[in-house]
Structures are given as structure tokens and as C-alpha cells.
């Protein structure tokens, strides 16, 4: 088992700036992939961006594409969500994922279905 920690959402002003992490504790490994999911009221789950064991791959939802780093730090089991510029849009409740698929190490997967664990989120609020 993977237990997934989410912190650092709060309430906003468009344009802020935010750094969400994910502390991963449990049957952790660094081969592991990792990323970030969010879901608004009303809408399904949706893909914001991952990365792999090294965080030397990643991949961006168009919508966050530009404005958001993701990274981690293997040696404190945790992963970083840099979000800049940040819209109402963003508004979301943030969820940290982990594959544990080691057969395609450099795919990073957009699909919910693909992620075995998942953390409880952290509410992210955007005021206009």
C-alpha cells in the first residue's frame, strides 16, 4: 500500500501563485510514477500533469501547459505541483496519483483508470 498526502491548496486571487505537494509514505519506490489529477464541481477527474521516476519526463494538461512545473524529490517521497498564473478555472479540488507500472517506465498515462493510489485531495480556490 501507498498512503498519498496532499497539501499547500488554500483560496487565491487570479494571477497567485501556488505550490501544491504530495507526501508518499508506505511501499513507496522512486521507480514509481507520479501526477496530479483535479475535479471541479460537477465535472469528471481530470489529467493536470505527471512524471516519471526521475522526473526528467513529464507531461502537461493544455490547460495548465506554461503555467505549472511539476517535480519531486525522491530522497523525501514527495512530489510538487508549481502552479502560476492561476485562473478561476484552476478551481478544483487537487489529487496526487501513483502508477506503480514498472514494465513502461517513460509512459506517463492521462487516463484515472491507470493509477492505483490516490490522496484524499486539497481544495484549490481561484477568486476573480
Known amino acids: 500500500q501507498v498512503q498519498l498526502v496532499e497539501s499547500g491548496g488554500g483560496l487565491v486571487q487570479a494571477g497567485d501563485s501556488l505550490r501544491l505537494s504530495c507526501a508518499a509514505s508506505?511501499?513507496?519506490?522512486?521507480?514509481?510514477?507520479m501526477a496530479w489529477f483535479r475535479q471541479a464541481p460537477g465535472k469528471e477527474r481530470e489529467f493536470v500533469a505527471g512524471?516519471?521516476?526521475?522526473?526528467?519526463?513529464?507531461a502537461y494538461a493544455d490547460s495548465v501547459k506554461g503555467r505549472s512545473t511539476i517535480s519531486r524529490d525522491n530522497a523525501k517521497n514527495t512530489v510538487y505541483l508549481q502552479m502560476n498564473s492561476l485562473k478561476p478555472d484552476d478551481t478544483a479540488v487537487y489529487y496526487c496519483?501513483?502508477?506503480?507500472?514498472?514494465?513502461?517506465?517513460?509512459?506517463?498515462?492521462?487516463?484515472?483508470?491507470?493509477?492505483?493510489?490516490w490522496g484524499r485531495g486539497t481544495q484549490v480556490t481561484v477568486a476573480s
Open positions: 496519483a501513483c502508477d506503480t507500472d514498472i514494465v513502461y517506465p517513460s509512459t506517463l498515462y492521462r487516463d484515472v483508470g491507470q493509477y492505483d493510489y
Open positions: 508506505g511501499r513507496t519506490s522512486s521507480s514509481y510514477k
Open positions: 512524471c516519471n521516476w526521475s522526473g526528467g519526463i513529464t
